[in-house]
């Protein structure tokens, strides 16, 4: 069974730039999940997705960061414009179900803003 | 303070018993977790106990939970090179139970 996709592994850009990565999920799995992993911290929930509709979002910065999942299964999360303090890893996980801590996630984008 | 807070560090001889401690503030969750992070890696998840649960073996890992306390520990067993790495403890938090991560303890194995 192939895992979580994500691209690119590595980013780096300007502060005020715009970035977006991608994220496909393992197949049949109808939740994903955007994390945000700053150095030295867990992972912290942006957005979660059941199917293609948003179950939640509150603590996506939404002024710059938006996220879509068109068509229920790949998903792409933009940043416009970037800050310096966005600079983390970008975690994509999927589960089977809504009500589960059973997450596959993602090798992660690192992030770098300067 | 955090939600769920771990220690940050921890550091075993190869073949010993490791035991990472993990406390939380919220007692309505219904399943906790343990995740593990490799270099470079995302999450993989390790584990997990049902909140009825006092104990949970599954070969050299195993999670006690104490309810009263608030406190969940992972206990690996004959700790090898190998398992170096960050661990996460996680809750749900019931409803359509969003999971909530620690913080993270590494782990260090010495040869």
């Known amino acids: 069974e192939a895992g979580v996709a994500q691209s690119p592994r590595y980013k780096i850009i300007e502060k005020r730039q715009s970035v977006a990565f991608w994220c496909n999920p393992i197949?049949?799995?109808?939740?994903l999940y955007w994390y945000q992993q700053i150095l030295g911290q867990g992972p912290k929930l942006l957005i979660q997705?059941?199917?293609?509709?948003?179950?939640?979002d509150s603590q996506l910065p939404k002024d710059r960061f938006s996220a879509e999942r068109l068509k229920g299964v790949d998903s792409t999360l933009k940043i416009q414009p970037a800050k310096l303090e966005d600079s983390a890893v970008y975690l994509c996980?999927?589960?089977?179900?809504?009500?589960?801590?059973?997450?596959?996630f993602g090798p992660g984008t690192r992030l770098t803003v300067t | 303070g955090e939600d769920v807070e771990q220690s940050l560090f921890l550091s075993v001889r190869e073949g010993d018993s490791s035991v990472i401690n993990c406390t939380y503030t919220?007692?309505?969750?219904?399943?906790l977790y343990w995740y593990k992070q490799e270099p470079g890696a995302g999450l993989q998840l390790l584990t997990y106990?049902?909140?009825?649960?006092d104990m949970k073996q599954d070969q050299r890992l195993t999670v006690l939970l104490n309810k009263k306390d608030k406190h969940l520990s992972l206990r690996i067993a004959d700790t090898q090179t190998g398992d170096s790495a960050i661990y996460f403890c996680?809750?749900?938090?019931?409803?359509?139970?969003?999971?909530?991560f620690g913080t993270g303890t590494k782990l260090q194995v010495i040869p």
């Open positions: 997705f059941q199917n293609n509709g948003v179950v939640d």
């Open positions: 996680a809750r749900d938090s019931g409803g359509y139970q969003k999971v909530t």
């Open positions: 996980a999927s589960s089977l179900e809504l009500a589960t801590g059973e997450q596959y």
């Open positions: 919220d007692s309505s969750s219904t399943y």
């Open positions: 106990i049902f909140s009825n649960m």
């Open positions: 197949s049949g799995h109808a939740t």
